[in-house]
């Protein structure tokens, strides 16, 4: 039995990747390799034991911005506020070359600002967006990956429901993190916006310009800002009043619900049915997430009783390079993991197990949870179960082959790991506006 408890961690990752395989939900898969496990290596009484862990994950004060964050961003899905942003910003850009994909990166951004949703981002975009862009015969691998890149930069942009999590589990400062997502958030944007335009530029059909007479006015320029204004200047308030400590990430969730439903109601793009079908719809995802960090519970709770965390802590500090081999594997193992798990369940997994091992190896706890964050939103676009892949191809149906939306993430990817290095060797960019806000 000695033999097969020292395995028991590999075992429960191999078991799991399996179930992951099959088909079966993430949230289930988590929880039936944890109980498994427990009824194994501790018999049917070890299982009362599994409770009191998910108990201590899900009481916790952090967590109610979830459901309130998710409401805010179904809401101002049922106002129609995504094809909108992009109608804006299109009619802005569309006279540059490049100007399509740069307005779904900027958009992106906007809607993760609005939803923190990756979802909302990639299948709104790739409705949206995408049609445009094939009308005016942009580079197929740039349209894909533009959307995707665009649509995760919900997971980096503040509110974000993944930081919440991370938050709530590390004891990091959410409206720091906050504050850092933020920071790297106009990073990636920046990165992004830079390759679309040499890519643009170095090839003259990859990203041509509208013809004059599809641009827009500027009239029309100017009237299409009016319908996004009330939107954006609730985003600010809720951002701002969490940055500057006038509000709980939990409060500003709250004003964000009670501003969004009068903007609705008073624009008259929100009704008593619409209502009704965003807190349903918000409930779903609700239980989804609970139900992920119900699952993600147990399963860590198991892998730390078999001894899986001082594993991966044996196994980092062994890596060569000393504090920099520590990262290295630290940033590895979120990778691998990415590359199969949801990331909220990456994030119940991983954070209590490499966060205490980077800040033993010294490294600044609040730059490393930014860091985090950016390379988790690579998860989003790694193969074989990257979800941004699966919401566009969702979205896009038969028009384009999932071979092709795995190959145009490739670049973004890379851009994306690109900015992880940046940060790694520039710290200041990932904490300067924290700290800022903080003094």
């Known amino acids: 039995m000695m033999w097969f408890f020292e395995y028991a961690p590999i075992a429960m990752f191999v078991l799991l990747l399996v179930l992951l395989f099959l088909g079966i939900p993430i949230a289930f898969s988590l929880g039936a390799v944890g109980v498994f496990f427990a009824l194994i290596m501790w018999g049917i009484d070890s299982t009362a034991l599994l409770p009191s862990a998910v108990w201590g994950v899900m009481n916790n004060f952090t967590l109610i ?32 070359r490049g100007g399509l994909a740069i307005a ?86 920046f990165f992004f916006i830079v390759y679309i335009l040499i890519q643009a530029y170095r090839k003259k059909d990859a990203a041509p310009a509208l013809a004059k007479e599809d641009r827009a006015s500027f009239k029309e320029k100017v009237t299409s800002l009016k319908s ?53 719809e918000s409930t779903k995802m609700t239980g989804m997430v609970g139900w992920i960090l119900i699952g993600a519970a147990t399963f860590s709770a198991v892998f730390s009783g078999v001894g899986g965390n001082q594993l991966v802590s044996d196994l980092a500090q062994a890596a060569p390079g000393g504090r920099w081999g520590v990262l290295v594997f630290s940033l590895l193992f979120i990778i691998l993991l990415g590359m199969f798990l949801e990331t909220m369940a990456l994030i ?15 490294f600044d706890p609040l730059w490393w949870a930014v860091l985090f964050m950016v390379v988790l939103q690579m998860a989003f676009l790694t193969p074989p179960f990257g979800f941004a892949i699966f919401y ?32 790694i060797i520039f710290p200041i960019l990932a904490v300067w506006l924290p700290n800022l806000l903080n003094n």
């Not at 094939?134 to 980096?156: A, D, P, R, V, W």
């Not at 964000?256 to 009704?271: A, D, M, Q, Y």
């Open 348 to 362: 119940m997994l991983a954070a209590p197990i490499i966060t205490p091992i980077i800040v033993e190896a010294g």
């Open 228 to 280: 996004i204004t009330l939107p954006i200047i609730l985003i600010i308030i809720v951002i701002g009043s969490i940055f500057t400590g006038v509000a709980t990430p939990t409060e500003g969730a709250a004003v964000g619900v009670l501003g969004t439903v009068l903007i609705g109601f008073g624009t008259k793009r929100l009704n008593w049915n619409k209502t009704q079908e965003a807190i349903k």
């Open 65 to 96: 911005a979830i459901p309130l964050f998710i409401l805010m961003s179904v809401l101002l899905e049922k106002t129609n506020i995504i094809s909108e942003v992009f109608d804006s910003v299109y009619k802005w850009s569309g006279g540059f």
């Open 104 to 189: 779904a990166i900027i958009v992106g951004a906007i809607i993760g600002s609005i939803s923190g949703v990756v979802a909302a981002g990639v299948i709104g975009l790739g409705l949206i967006a995408l049609p445009q862009m094939m009308k005016y015969k942009y580079n197929e691998n740039l349209s894909l990956g533009s959307i995707m890149g665009g649509g995760t930069l919900g997971q980096i942009i503040p509110p974000n429901l993944n930081m919440v999590v991370y938050g709530a589990i590390t004891g990091v400062s959410v409206s720091s993190l906050f504050a850092g997502g933020l920071s790297a958030g106009f990073l990636l944007i």
């Open 392 to 423: 566009l191809k969702s979205a896009v149906g038969d028009k384009v082959a999932i071979n092709k939306i795995y190959r145009a993430t490739l670049p973004f990817i890379a851009i994306q790991l690109l900015v992880a290095i940046t940060l």
